[in-house]
């Protein structure tokens, strides 16, 4: 059960409401988690200010969805790993590579395998990656820039993250074929079907 009231567009605070209205033209509803934040004008507006500058940053859609992924599992997330599971195979990612990202596994792909291992690096050392690590990233074809990159996208997903578990929203009906909690052991759990959209 949500801790926080779950805002429509006439319930919330006046100054989140035309940031609201912003999110819902562009993705076509309001998720729960943001109708939950919106409590909070200040962090909606970062949120959705750091989302916009976020698209303009080295990274494609899909692999922005990749790294929001890995910072969902790794931050323990589940309304994130539904919601961005979603986005994932909305940008085109196949499900063997959303079912590796959502247990934790390095998807069998020459991008977005070392995305996704840079991006949990990342995260597991709280920003200090190794040497060999960013090493691998850009072996990959990846940047400097596009390191940086990952920081901004890091910082995007830690507000969801972190909301969400203050929040504690429902998880939006749109988002039910994606559930997601943390198994028991991650390694040996198998790849997840997805319904198709």
Not at 69 to 95: P, Q, T, Y
Not at 99 to 118: E, H, I, K, S
Request: aromatic fraction near 8%.
């Amino acid at each position: 059960m949500s801790q926080f009231p779950i805002h429509t567009l006439d319930s919330a605070p006046a100054s989140s409401r035309a940031s609201l209205v912003g999110l819902q033209q562009a993705v076509g509803m309001i998720p729960n988690l943001a109708a939950g934040m919106a409590e909070s004008p200040a962090l909606l507006s970062a949120f959705l200010t750091t989302r916009d500058i976020y698209s303009k940053s080295t990274f494609t859609g899909a692999e922005i969805q990749v790294l929001s992924i890995v910072a969902a599992v790794e931050n323990d997330c589940g309304w994130c790993v539904a919601f961005h599971s979603l986005m994932a195979r909305k940008e085109g990612l196949a499900d063997d590579i959303v079912g590796a990202l959502r247990d934790a596994r390095t998807p069998d792909d020459p991008r977005y395998g070392p995305l996704a291992d840079f991006a949990r690096a990342m995260v597991r050392g709280r920003g200090a990656v190794s040497r060999a690590e960013l090493d691998r990233f850009v072996a990959a074809g990846y940047t400097r820039e596009s390191a940086l990159d990952v920081v901004v996208g890091m910082a995007f997903s830690l507000m969801a993250n972190y909301a969400g578990h203050l929040v504690n929203p429902p998880l939006d009906a749109a988002f039910q074929p994606y559930a997601w909690s943390r198994p028991t052991s991650l390694s040996s759990r198998t790849a997840p079907q997805f319904a198709t959209s």
